[in-house]
């Protein structure tokens, strides 16, 4: 398959490695040198491109998008997230209803997580006869030598819009689609700028997701447990991951109304000479008991080449861009901004996925 990338920054990059793996033919497009092309309208044979991705900053998706269909109006794009700013939502949704031949999805890398999937099938065979109680979700990495070289600079998602959408769709996996739809038109009852949101409902259990940039660990008891490197157990302690770090402290946990604790780490090898980025453990918890399971694969190729085949089967005019994420992570960005936000903003959430 010939296959364009526009933008081959950090994440560009990681596309172009996986697909060329993988034996397609790579062809990139970027402005700031050492791509292919300049501009897509540079591209030799566009009528010969089977796929698209879009990797550029989110400021410029749109503009991207809209070129790319302007010139072949059945394009196949896999679009990086967020898919743009909350403002060109509406624009963005115009555009793709303007080529009813084209077909785009919004790289969903835990959606199609081998680890995820696990997680859930594990608290859905639990869940039949226990209630959960509480979803706890934590993301937390220090961004802040990123943010000095001009990444993960995100102006107007904030906070969210770093790791929210990835925490999502863990969350999608573990709620049926009514109660997801429930949640993300519930206001929450907390929204800090760390950014931790709380959320409880009549038809929901609590539900608890936590991101921060600056390193700041929410949770380190719900899966600190499974770090067994000296350098983890560091930060740890300290509930923080300091300045230049590259420990990431991803978690699930569900509890159950028994106490039993269904828990997915991601990475908890971070420390030791294994491959942690690829190595991940669901574990199984109560007060007599503990298993768990180890699980290896890496998230973004495999969600990557999972939707270029969903890009190859869909209809035309498939657009998977998850609109009622991207709003509600935008009214989260604005409830931190302004202090609070109106329940009418999350009301309108979850008719649109």
């Known amino acids: 398959m010939r296959i364009v990338i526009v933008g081959i920054g950090a994440i560009g990059s990681r596309h172009a490695a996986c697909l060329g793996r993988a034996g397609?033919?790579?062809?990139?497009?970027?402005r700031n040198g050492n791509a292919d092309f300049e501009r897509v309208a540079g591209i030799s044979g566009l009528?010969?491109?089977?796929?698209?991705?879009?990797?550029?900053?989110t400021a410029t998706h749109l503009a991207v998008v809209t070129?790319?269909?302007?010139?072949?109006?059945d394009a196949r794009v896999l679009l990086e997230k967020p898919a743009c700013y909350p403002a060109e939502l509406a624009d963005l949704a115009r555009t793709l209803r303007r080529h009813p031949r084209c077909r785009v999805v919004v790289n969903d890398v835990y959606a199609y997580s081998e680890a995820v999937r696990r997680?859930?099938?594990?608290?859905?065979?639990f869940g039949r006869s226990d209630p959960i109680r509480k979803i706890t979700v934590e993301f937390t990495k220090n961004r802040e030598l990123d943010v000095v070289h001009g990444r993960f600079v995100d102006t107007r998602y904030g906070e969210a819009g770093y790791e929210y959408f990835h925490m999502l769709s863990i969350l999608r996996s573990l709620l049926p689609g009514r109660q997801y739809r429930s949640y993300l038109r519930t206001h929450p009852a907390l929204i800090t700028s760390e950014m931790r949101v709380r959320t409880v409902g009549a038809d929901l259990p609590e539900i608890e997701l936590y991101a921060s940039s600056a390193g700041t660990i929410a949770f380190p008891g719900l899966a600190g447990f499974a770090f067994p490197a000296s350098v983890a157990k560091r930060y740890l302690e300290s509930s923080r991951i300091p300045y230049g770090a590259d420990m990431r402290y991803r978690f699930?946990?569900?509890e159950f109304s028994?106490?039993?604790?269904?828990?997915?780490?991601?990475?908890?090898?971070?420390?030791?000479?294994?491959?942690?980025?690829?190595?991940h453990v669901v574990y199984v918890r109560d007060a007599v008991s503990s298993d768990h399971y180890p699980i290896s694969g890496n998230h973004f190729d495999d969600a990557v080449l999972r939707q270029l085949d969903l890009l190859r089967q869909a209809d035309d005019g498939t657009?998977?861009?998850?609109?009622?994420e991207h709003r509600f992570m935008a009214d989260l960005s604005m409830a931190v901004s302004t202090g609070g936000a109106s329940h009418d903003n999350f009301a309108r959430q979850g008719s649109e996925e």
């Open 24 to 30: 397609h033919e790579v062809v990139t497009v970027d």
């Open 47 to 57: 009528s010969d491109v089977d796929y698209w991705v879009v990797a550029t900053p």
């Open 67 to 73: 070129d790319i269909l302007r010139r072949r109006p």
């Open 119 to 125: 997680f859930a099938a594990t608290v859905r065979r």
């Open 252 to 254: 699930a946990d569900v």
């Open 258 to 279: 028994s106490g039993k604790h269904v828990t997915l780490v991601f990475e908890p090898c971070y420390g030791t000479p294994v491959d942690y980025k690829n190595n």
């Open 319 to 324: 657009a998977l861009i998850r609109l009622a």
